[in-house]
């Protein structure tokens, strides 16, 4: 892997922190707490500033993505300044849920939806300040029903769950309906040795300044295996339909490797 790419990333970071260490430690000076979710503040502030920008740059392939498939009630992992609402068919999707942890995104993120037509004071919008992770409040604002959700969208957010490979397992079996769909559009790890080895090398770094982002996840691998019981008692894929894809044009050396995917939900019974 050539050294540019490598440290390619070193850019990304420096243009965050002109941008968004001056307005962090302001908010730690007015309010001393804030110190305890520095990571999250920082997050929020260089997120507010670039997000825009890295939702232009994979605009065509989320179109593609979410426009034609998603369907029904839709539950957006780490919605952000909800960007990804813009990408739902509004006479397909009858709901859309965003599980945001990060509560300083969250007016950026009701006024995206309100514009999309999604708004909490007709019920087809609810915001969550929880993580994906947390599966009880979710399950609780869809009236504490298994299985309510039709789709489940992501798009960069798997990377910063806590035990992510235990949350998606859980928001698969027990939230997304047989037959549903999760799509997603994230950075996992990259099947290249070189390349995987310098996402590990810089992820510690990484995570400290984006709220626990992990450029090394193998969230991809995570989805693929998950598993289920069918009738008959036997260990099969939780999945009848998967499909992954890359970004057409992407190098293969950027510490920043995408992926996109498709799985809808076995119809068999579930794990409960």
Request: proline share 4%.
């Amino acid at each position: 892997m050539k050294l540019a790419n490598a440290f390619g990333l070193w850019t990304e970071l420096s243009l965050a922190l002109q941008t968004a260490l001056i307005p962090t430690m302001k908010d730690v000076w007015k309010k001393p707490a804030t110190i305890a979710h520095l990571s999250r503040t920082f997050m929020a502030h260089a997120w507010i500033a670039f997000a825009s920008q890295v939702d232009a740059n994979a605009r065509t392939v989320k179109r593609e993505l979410f426009l034609p498939n998603a369907t029904g009630v839709v539950l957006d992992i780490g919605a952000g300044l909800g960007h990804g609402v813009q990408y739902l068919d509004h006479s397909k999707v009858t709901k859309y849920v965003a599980v945001e942890p990060n509560i300083r995104m969250h007016p950026e993120l009701r006024k995206t939806a309100a514009a999309a037509g999604y708004l909490e004071s007709n019920g087809t919008l609810v915001i969550l300040g929880c993580g994906a992770e947390e599966i009880m409040t979710i399950l609780e604002s869809l009236g504490s029903t298994m299985h309510a959700v039709d789709t489940i969208t992501s798009v960069m957010s798997m990377c910063s769950i806590p035990s992510a490979e235990e949350a998606l397992r859980a928001l698969v079996r027990h939230v997304l309906k047989p037959g549903g769909q999760l799509l997603f559009y994230e950075h996992v790890l990259s099947p290249r040795k070189d390349v995987a080895w310098w996402q590990r090398f810089w992820a510690p770094m990484w995570q400290i300044f984006y709220d626990g982002c992990r450029l090394d996840c193998p969230t991809d691998i995570w989805i693929g295996n998950l598993v289920d019981s069918d009738d008959n008692g036997e260990t099969v894929s939780i999945w009848s339909e998967r499909k992954l894809w890359g970004v057409p044009g992407e190098t293969e050396e950027t510490v920043f490797h995408h992926v996109l995917g498709k799985f809808v939900k076995r119809e068999s019974r579930m794990i409960s």
